[in-house]
């Protein structure tokens, strides 16, 4: 049996340092007081005009599901960023669609992967697809802080991120762009792990 997203999340964080506290909520309204910056982001506001520091916020938004992933850290801890994703396995029928999705969005070394794993092959598509996208998630919160002190764009997108491999402590690459980027933005590592939730592949991604 798979673990919940719950338990996905708190096994991810446990060997990160100051790690306050991480709930995953569930359901319709789930993040629905966040904020969001200029690229979408999701962020928890203050008071005031400005953020709440010391929260780390994903959501995932996959019909009929929505989840939402608040992770508190302390200001030594080495997570900077967290990211969550959900994919369902329909896009990833093995016809020509399907086909034509993998074929338009995996590297060559992601082909690998699913060629080499035991498993449906829909459902393990799903996976490195909701890694790209919750790897690309979990630069957020340091990406908006670069833009605070930086006139300097940067450019990268869910696409340029790669499973390396299916266990954790791999996680996902950077490629061209996004490894320029992570590189700057003091991204040294986004570790990747994956259960299944509501026949869905559930990611989540930790940036450090
Ligand atoms: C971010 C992205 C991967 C999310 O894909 P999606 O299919 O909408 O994914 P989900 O439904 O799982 O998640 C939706 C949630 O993602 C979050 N999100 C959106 N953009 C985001 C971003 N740039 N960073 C982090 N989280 C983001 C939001 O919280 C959103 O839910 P909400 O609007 O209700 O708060 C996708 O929108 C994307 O690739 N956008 C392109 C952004 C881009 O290329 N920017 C370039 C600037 S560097």
């Known amino acids: 049996m798979s673990i919940t997203p719950q338990q996905l999340l708190e096994s ?17 309204d789930a993040g629905a007081s966040v904020g969001h910056d200029d690229r979408e982001a999701p962020f928890v506001p203050d008071d005031g005009d400005g953020e709440e520091p010391g929260f780390l916020i994903s959501i995932t938004d ?22 969550i994703d959900l ?23 992601e082909k690998a992967l699913i060629s080499a794993a035991d498993g449906s092959v829909p ?15 979990s630069t957020a919160t340091v990406l908006r802080r670069w833009y605070e002190s930086h006139d300097e764009e940067l450019y990268f ?21 996004a490894a320029i980027s992570c590189a700057k933005l003091g991204i040294s590592r986004i570790e990747i792990s994956f259960t299944e939730y509501a026949d869905m592949a559930f990611c989540v991604a930790i940036a450090c």
């Open 123 to 137: 459902l393990l598509r799903a996976k490195v697809f909701s890694a790209k996208e919750a790897a690309f998630k």
């Open 12 to 28: 991810a964080l446990t060997r990160h340092r100051g790690v306050l506290s991480c709930d995953i909520v569930f359901g319709d």
């Open 87 to 109: 994919a369902s396995t329909e896009d990833w029928t093995q016809d020509e669609r399907g086909e034509r999705f993998a074929e338009l969005l995996f590297t060559e070394h």
């Open 62 to 83: 996959e019909d009929p599901e929505r989840l939402c992933a608040v992770v508190r850290v302390a200001e030594d801890s080495d997570v900077l960023g967290v990211g």
């Open 157 to 177: 997108e869910a696409r340029d991120f790669e499973l390396v491999s299916w266990s954790e402590s791999r996680g996902a690459g950077r490629r061209d762009r």
